[in-house]
């Protein structure tokens, strides 16, 4: 969002200029419960309450005080729900103004409305899974375009089609999420049609234990789980990635020497020691993840068992079998290949290499 407006709160025994008045606070600032007619107690949320403020949105028990300018220029949604009259106030269950202030009650969770109010003010270098999943799912509710489209870039920057831009991530998720948020990610990607995040989300999860079938606990204390099918992919996809990881090991480290080698027989003994190595230590190597890099994964012991040229072609041997796996990710996970704009291409099993 665009509009600047300063987080300094207005005293509080101040009355506003549009004749919304302030309720008075506590000693700690902090309001006393406020009833509707419902009987429902509701607070006033710490952080979004601005005395000048022009409308209360209402999630859960928690009521917002904030601009309605500023909700209705990123939100056509809210705008046209604006620029409707407001309904006088009466004795109905749910008061429709608080003190001259018109109230509009929403269904989100207080956690994520939250997370939208912050985005005018700040925007955190690494958000967490829950800014963006909140920024990404209101964005699409209220059609907040903007937030929408800067929560998928930042998504699709780490859960890539583009093999060399993945391989570049230092992790499986963006910097500021669990392990465990790749969960939400699929979740995300099937709510929005948004398939070109699947084959690296899937893949992530393919790298998860219990938590796999557990899912974790959102904020708002709900939990976030696979569907059941998106597990039975996972479940099914786990041995076919292993027997990747493990037929680029065995090609990778087949032992035959480069043409440029000067000591064949020496670096042809050096491949049959690192695949001894890999027998020895086969849960470091082999395993979900067929994209780890091998010589990394072996550590010092496989240095110097091959000169220069064989350990170049090993190399150049590990990056063509990977990008043969990346290939047919979709395949193995059992998705289709997704297409130029996220929707499924043709239900092409096929990977964008």
């Given amino acids: ?41 509701r607070t006033r949320d710490e952080e979004f309450w601005y005395d000048d403020g022009t409308i209360i949105l209402v999630a859960g028990n928690v009521e917002f005080r904030v601009y309605k300018g500023i909700l209705a220029e990123n939100s056509s949604v809210f705008r046209d729900m604006f620029s409707l ?19 509009v009650h929403l269904s989100d969770s207080p956690e994520d409305l939250r997370h939208i109010l912050r ?37 699709k920057t780490y859960y890539t089609n583009d093999y060399d831009a993945w391989q570049k991530k230092e992790s499986w998720n963006p910097p500021g999420f669990h392990d465990e948020d790749a969960i939400g990610v699929v979740n995300l990607a099937r709510f929005l049609g948004e398939t070109s995040l699947l084959p690296t989300a899937l893949l992530a999860c393919c790298q998860l234990g219990r938590d796999l079938i557990n899912g974790f606990a959102r904020e708002d204390g709900t939990r976030e789980q696979l569907t059941l099918d998106d597990i ?3 479940l099914e996809a786990k041995p076919r990635l292993v027997q990747e990881s493990s037929r680029t090991v065995l090609h990778v480290f087949e032992p035959m020497a480069s043409v440029r080698c000067l000591s064949a027989g ?80 043709g239900g092409e099993a096929a990977a964008t290499a």
């Fill in 119 to 155: 985005v005018p003010f700040e925007a955190p270098k690494d958000p967490s899974f829950a800014a963006i999943a909140a920024a990404a799912r209101l964005g699409h509710k209220y059609q907040m375009t903007r937030l929408l489209e800067q929560a998928l870039t930042y998504l």
């Fill in 266 to 345: 020496k670096c042809r003994g050096g491949f049959r020691r690192i695949l001894k190595m890999v027998e020895d230590r086969v849960a470091d190597v082999v395993g979900t993840d067929p994209f780890r890099y091998l010589f990394k994964a072996l550590g010092a012991d496989a240095d110097g068992e091959l000169c220069q040229n064989c350990r170049a072609m090993a190399e150049s041997r590990e990056y063509a079998e990977t990008r043969r796996v990346w290939a047919r990710l979709p395949e193995i996970l059992g998705i289709p290949r997704p297409g130029p704009g996220g929707e499924a291409a």
């Fill in 85 to 103: 009259p407001q309904p006088p106030i009466s004795s109905s269950d749910v008061p429709s103004s608080e003190n001259g202030c018109p109230i």
């Fill in 232 to 234: 039975g992919l996972c």
């Fill in 1 to 41: 969002m665009s509009a600047r407006v300063t987080r300094k709160r207005a005293r509080l025994d101040s009355a506003t200029d549009d004749g919304c008045d302030t309720r008075q606070s506590t000693a700690e600032g902090s309001e006393d419960p406020v009833q509707d007619n419902s009987g429902s107690a």
